[in-house]
């Protein structure tokens, strides 16, 4: 894990868009998906490293590939994010549980073990999203 | 004063309150930061009524670590505190994180826990990837870089050592991520006073027996010194060749032998009715466990 200029980075390429108010695909609040919305909870993060943590995988894919631009060219940042591109499509539907095995392997997490694998892991959730609201919004037809 | 959460909303229906799971979130794993404002509000609360909410045991340490010819050792006490009172008499400080890599933990008792087991599965994969016995200085960058990702909020500040193809090495980890490498070192809230020991008597390419009399009298100086530490000295002495786990090394504190007997006569307090409920119940299983009572 490459956190060089990690905190340099942090500032602008945090996207607030994390707590802005909930639009759903008309542009107003989702309340039925998305429950009530409060000014508070949009403006403030609850915790110091919420809005840090959301982020920290785009933020360390973004500096990876930035410094393998450099040193390698610009083919290689663009193969990889092809294979990540072609990873990611080749799911199971939305609502079941899936290793991301393929996306592991290319990212290097197939053999470490972070907090993810230890806290909230999806397999023990007792909740699972409601099968045909998933897929419908997966389909865009929602 | 009621606090939204912006995931699932809860619809009421005369007396019966439902929520409807309309997440289109696949779940990932990690942290989950959704109940920091209602920790708040209800910490709040608390402080108005003059209560505070329970703190995280922290271990109140004194652990240190010490270069000498053939290796390392490490040291530590066996106190955990829970704010002022004693939660464990004889907790285990010092983790295995490889063959012939320890680590010590001061700072939040969990954190500490969490991080060192986490850190010895991380070592074990990487050393069956590269197919090299592991570094310390490896384990001490996967550690710096964990915790600088938190930055300072897992309270453990730890002390790496061991002997790897490079030599004896010793590191320093502080819970916001930043690390030193030195040939002693203290941490926790006892580190001055063991570090006080250390810089009078400490001389390169020491003796191994001189070595574990000075780490001794280092933690002893804080288990004296230092409220947040006592019970027994624990020692690790790791060198090429073999490691040394010494629990209970030194009990420098032993609790005194009462004079006389305490406790009241039978018959004292007269008894004024009695009423026997006889429980039917099986036994599965009886395991004595003795506690050091008087």
Known sequence: ?????????????????????????????????????????????????????????????????????????????????????????IQRLPFLPSSNLALDTLRGTDDTIGFEDILNDPVLSEVMGDPHIMTEYKLGVL | NVSCQED?????????????????????????????????????????????APNARKTGTTIAGLIFKDGVILGADTRATDDMVVADKNCMKIHYIAPKIYCCGAGVAADAEVTTQMMSSNVELHSLSTGRPPLVAMVTRQLKQMLFRYQ?????????????????????????????????????????SAVSVFEDRYKPNMELEEAKQLVRDAI???????????????????????????????????????????????????????????????????????????
């Open chain 2, 152 to 192: 300072g909020h897992i309270g453990s500040s730890l002390i790496v050592g061991g002997v790897d193809v490079n030599g004896p090495q010793l590191y320093s980890v502080y819970p916001h991520g930043s690390y030193d490498k030195l040939p002693f070192l203290t941490m926790g809230s006892g580190a001055a």
């Open chain 2, 8 to 52: 699932s909303p809860v619809f009421r229906f005369g007396r019966v309150t439902f929520m409807l799971n309309t997440s289109t979130k696949t779940p990932t794993g990690g942290f989950s930061f959704e109940n920091t404002r209602r920790n708040a509000v209800l910490e709040a609360n608390l402080s108005e009524k003059g209560y505070s």
């Open chain 1, 1 to 89: 894990m490459n956190t060089r200029g990690l905190r340099s980075q942090l500032k602008d390429s945090v996207p607030v868009t994390g707590l802005c108010p909930q639009a759903g695909p008309y542009g107003v609040q989702d309340s039925l998906r998305r429950g009530f919305s409060s000014v508070k909870n949009e403006l403030l993060p609850s915790h110091p490293l919420e809005l840090s943590e959301k982020n920290f995988q785009l933020n360390q894919d973004k500096m990876n590939f930035n410094t393998l631009r450099n040193i390698q060219g610009l083919h290689a940042p663009l193969k990889l994010q092809m294979e990540y591109r072609a990873a990611r499509q």
């Open chain 2, 220 to 294: 002893t100086a804080g288990i004296f010194c230092d409220l947040g530490s006592g019970s027994n000295v624990d020692l690790c002495v790791i060198t090429e060749k073999t490691v040394d786990y010494l629990r209970g090394y030194d009990q420098p504190v032993q609790k005194g032998l009462r004079e006389g007997t305490y406790r009241y006569k039978p018959g004292t307090t007269a008894v004024l009715t009695k009423t026997v409920t006889p429980l039917t119940l099986d036994v599965v299983d009886e395991s004595v466990q003795v506690m050091d009572t008087e």
